[in-house]
C-alpha cells in the first residue's frame, strides 16, 4: 500500500493581519479538524504570530509543523516568504525582495500570480526573473489560491508553472477559520523539511476548491467587525494609557525568537 503524501497549507492569515482567527484557534482547528501535516501563518509585512504558533505548537506537542512565513508586498505583488526568522523589508521590486527572502535561507513563492492587478506578479516580470541568477528566481509559484485572485487566472498559472517548470503549490489564503484547508499543497515526506525537499525538487501538487462569492462576502464582514474591535482597543489603550492594544490573537510572551511578544 502507497503511503499518503503530506499535506502542507502555506497562506494563512491571523489576527494580527487581516485575519479573523488567531494562531490559537488556527492551530486548535488544524489539530482537531484538519489532515494537514505543515501549515504556514504568512500575515502581512509581520512574522509574530507565525513564531508565537511555532512555539505554542512545539510546546503543546502538537502533529502540525509550523513555518514561518510572510506575505510581502512588493512593487511588483505579494510574494509569500516561507523558512524566514526576520521580516522582510516591504515596497520594494519583486527582484531585490526575493533575494531578501534567499538571503535568509528561505523560499519565496509569488501569491496568486498572473491577475491583472497590482497586488499580483504578472508574466513578464516573473519570465525575467527566471533568466536571473539564481538568487533573484522564485522557487515555486501558487498554482493555486480558492479566492476571487486566485481563481480567473488558475489555468494560465499551471501552464505557465508547466512551462517554466516551476514548483507548483496550492494554498488556501485563508482570512477566516473555515477557509483553512480549502487549498493544499501535497508532497513526499510529511515534515516542513520533507516539504521544502519537495519545493526545491519540484515534486509537490496543488489541490483545493474555489471558494464562492457569498462565503467570501461572510469573510468581508468579518473583517470590517475585526478593524471596528481593533480600532477600539488601540483607542482605549491610549486614552488608559495602561500599555494595553488590539488582540493579536496569541498570549503574552510569544511572538518574537526572544519571546517577547508584540503588544
Given at each position: 500500500?502507497?503511503?499518503?503524501?503530506?499535506?502542507?497549507?502555506?497562506?494563512?492569515?491571523?489576527?494580527?493581519?487581516?485575519?479573523?482567527?488567531?494562531?490559537?484557534?488556527?492551530?486548535?482547528?488544524?489539530?482537531?479538524?484538519?489532515?494537514?501535516?505543515?501549515?504556514?501563518?504568512?500575515?502581512?509585512?509581520?512574522?509574530?504570530?507565525?513564531?508565537?504558533?511555532?512555539?505554542?505548537?512545539?510546546?503543546?506537542?502538537?502533529?502540525?509543523?509550523?513555518?514561518?512565513?510572510?506575505?510581502?508586498?512588493?512593487?511588483?505583488?505579494?510574494?509569500?516568504?516561507?523558512w524566514?526568522?526576520?521580516?522582510?523589508?516591504?515596497?520594494?521590486?519583486?527582484?531585490?525582495?526575493?533575494?531578501?527572502?534567499?538571503?535568509?535561507g528561505?523560499?519565496?513563492?509569488?501569491?496568486?500570480?498572473?491577475?491583472?492587478?497590482?497586488?499580483?506578479?504578472?508574466?513578464?516580470?516573473?519570465?525575467?526573473?527566471?533568466?536571473?541568477?539564481?538568487?533573484?528566481?522564485?522557487?515555486?509559484?501558487?498554482?493555486?489560491?480558492?479566492?476571487?485572485?486566485?481563481?480567473?487566472?488558475?489555468?494560465?498559472?499551471?501552464?505557465?508553472?508547466?512551462?517554466?517548470?516551476?514548483?507548483?503549490?496550492?494554498?488556501s489564503?485563508?482570512?477566516?477559520?473555515?477557509?483553512?484547508?480549502?487549498?493544499?499543497?501535497?508532497?513526499?515526506?510529511?515534515?516542513?523539511?520533507?516539504?521544502?525537499?519537495?519545493?526545491?525538487?519540484?515534486t509537490?501538487?496543488?489541490?483545493?476548491?474555489?471558494h464562492?462569492?457569498?462565503?467570501?462576502?461572510?469573510?468581508?464582514?468579518?473583517?470590517?467587525?475585526?478593524?471596528?474591535?481593533?480600532?477600539?482597543?488601540?483607542?482605549?489603550?491610549?486614552?488608559?494609557?495602561?500599555?494595553?492594544?488590539?488582540?493579536?490573537?496569541?498570549?503574552?510572551?510569544?511572538?518574537?525568537?526572544?519571546?517577547?511578544?508584540?503588544?
Open positions: 500500500m502507497t503511503e499518503r503524501l503530506g499535506r502542507a497549507d502555506l497562506h494563512i492569515h491571523t489576527l494580527a493581519s487581516d485575519g479573523t482567527a488567531g494562531a490559537i484557534e488556527i492551530l486548535e482547528h488544524v489539530e482537531a479538524n484538519l489532515d494537514l501535516d505543515v501549515i504556514a501563518i504568512t500575515d502581512h509585512e509581520r512574522i509574530d504570530a507565525a513564531l508565537a504558533a511555532r512555539a505554542i505548537a512545539r510546546e503543546r506537542g502538537y502533529h502540525v509543523d509550523v513555518v514561518i512565513g510572510e506575505e510581502v508586498t512588493t512593487l511588483g505583488g505579494h510574494l509569500i516568504a516561507l524566514i526568522e526576520e521580516t522582510v523589508k516591504p515596497l520594494r521590486s519583486l527582484r531585490s525582495t526575493i533575494a531578501a527572502v534567499h538571503d535568509q528561505g523560499l519565496a513563492i509569488p501569491a496568486h500570480p498572473l491577475v491583472p492587478y497590482p497586488l499580483c506578479a504578472q508574466g513578464f516580470v516573473l519570465r525575467r526573473l527566471l533568466e536571473d541568477q539564481p538568487r533573484y528566481r522564485p522557487d515555486g509559484i501558487e498554482a493555486f489560491n480558492p479566492t476571487t485572485l486566485g481563481r480567473p487566472m488558475h489555468a494560465q498559472v499551471v501552464r505557465f508553472a508547466e512551462e517554466h517548470e516551476l514548483a507548483k503549490v496550492g494554498n489564503d485563508a482570512h477566516a477559520l473555515d477557509a483553512v484547508g480549502s487549498g493544499h499543497t501535497s508532497f513526499p515526506g510529511r515534515s516542513a523539511d520533507d516539504l521544502r525537499a519537495a519545493i526545491l525538487a519540484r509537490t501538487h496543488h489541490h483545493g476548491t474555489f464562492g462569492t457569498t462565503a467570501q462576502l461572510g469573510t468581508f464582514q468579518q473583517q470590517l467587525r475585526k478593524y471596528g474591535r481593533d480600532a477600539r482597543a488601540n483607542l482605549g489603550g491610549r486614552i488608559r494609557r495602561d500599555g494595553s492594544r488590539r488582540d493579536l490573537g496569541y498570549p503574552a510572551g510569544y511572538g518574537s525568537v526572544g519571546g517577547i511578544g508584540d503588544r
